[in-house]
């Protein structure tokens, strides 16, 4: 990854405080002056920390970045955010020659970031929103919502304050107080559906040798609570059975074995079946016979890719190891760019 790429994601992170019990709806655009090894204007939109959408200056198209917003939202979706963006992302370009004008500055490479959002508490209602620019990683101006008119931190920035109260103002507070939310309140529930889906279990009978134990392994379903057992002529077997624990797959569903300890002289005696029960529909039978035995058994290794936010409103654990994992994350990221930010001062010196 380019080393700066790195400094603006650490300038964009840091500059904002997510609270965690909020459902929150951000965007990130970032423009950079011409010159480097990075699109000049990008835009990141995250739902409760979450990247679901992306757009850039090369691709000019705006693209989903999780299932959630692929399965609810259609083409006119699509098209009308990448009519908006192209149209952003032209503001930007002006934006940043006139800062650079205003700053005196000639030459060199520049950022002018925006960020905007919205959180809503699920629990009370309440609703709160936050807009801020900034020009080379320092605080540029942002909007107060209950004055409704921009705060400039710096006098080169008094010009723009003045050309942005009122109707730039007025139209902002309104997108974050209602437009924004109802984005949210929208997505939110296209989250909640996702998570409502019923996708039925595979099921494989897999050994890796005639003397190993017959695995029976169901996976590709949703949700994860499944019953997955072995029968001995119809009588549900509790010796020589050794059931795994559920698992997570790469695309958010489950997958869970049931081993079962016997030799095939005794499986050829009797019958053996695999029964697997889950919300999805009827329970699936699997009787044991050699052909239905696969031998290959690769393929059901398990990862923890899946983010699924808190607004969502997932199992207490998942949310917990989830924090725990964006924290390490978070520790580790955050040791990095400090390391590199002196370094990357000294690269980037305006002028
Ligand atoms: C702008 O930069 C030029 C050249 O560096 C300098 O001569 C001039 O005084 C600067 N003007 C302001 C207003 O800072
Ligand atoms: C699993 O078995 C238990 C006890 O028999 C039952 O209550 C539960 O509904 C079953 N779960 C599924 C997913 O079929």
Not at 157 to 184: P, R
Not at 194 to 209: I, W, Y
């Amino acid at each position: 990854m380019n080393i700066f790429l790195l400094f603006l994601i650490s300038k964009i992170l840091f500059s904002n405080i997510f609270i965690d019990y909020f459902c929150s709806l951000q965007y990130f655009y970032t423009g950079v002056t011409q010159g480097i090894n990075f699109p000049e204007f990008t835009i990141v939109g995250m739902m409760d920390g979450e990247q679901f959408l992306y757009y850039d200056s090369n691709i000019r198209q705006a693209i989903p970045k999780v299932d959630w917003i692929k399965n609810n939202e259609g083409p006119e979706y699509w098209t009308r955010q990448t009519k908006k963006f192209q149209a952003h992302e032209a503001d930007f370009k002006v934006d940043i020659v006139k800062l650079m004008q205003g700053f005196n500055q000639s030459g060199g490479i520049h950022t002018f970031q925006r960020m905007y959002g919205c959180e809503l508490d699920d629990e009370t209602g309440a609703t709160d929103g936050h807009m801020q620019y900034r020009y080379d990683g320092a605080d540029f101006i942002s909007l107060d919502l209950r004055s409704t008119s921009y705060v400039a931190p710096v006098k080169e920035v008094l010009i723009t304050k003045q050309e942005w109260d009122g109707a730039e103002a007025e139209y902002w507070k309104n997108y974050l107080t209602e437009t924004c939310i109802y984005w949210l309140k929208k997505y939110v529930h296209y989250g909640k559906i996702s998570l409502e889906r019923k996708v039925p279990p595979q099921v494989s009978l897999l050994q890796t040798d005639s003397s190993s134990p017959v695995v029976c392994h169901a996976t590709g379903f949703y949700p994860d609570k499944v019953n997955i057992s072995w029968q001995k002529d119809g009588q549900k077997l509790h010796e020589d059975v050794d059931v795994g624990e559920t698992l997570p797959n790469h695309d958010g569903t489950f997958q869970k074995r049931a081993e079962l300890k016997v030799t095939p002289d005794v499986w050829k005696k009797n019958q053996f079946t695999c029964v697997v029960e889950h919300k999805s529909g009827d329970p699936i039978h699997m009787i044991l016979t050699e052909e239905k035995i696969r031998t290959n058994s690769a393929g059901t290794g398990a990862s923890r890719q899946n983010h699924q936010s808190s607004c969502f409103k997932v199992p207490l654990l998942e949310v917990f190891i989830e924090s725990v994992y964006n924290k390490v994350w978070w520790r580790t990221f955050h040791s990095l760019v400090l390391r590199t930010k002196h370094f990357i001062k000294l690269l980037f010196k305006p002028e």
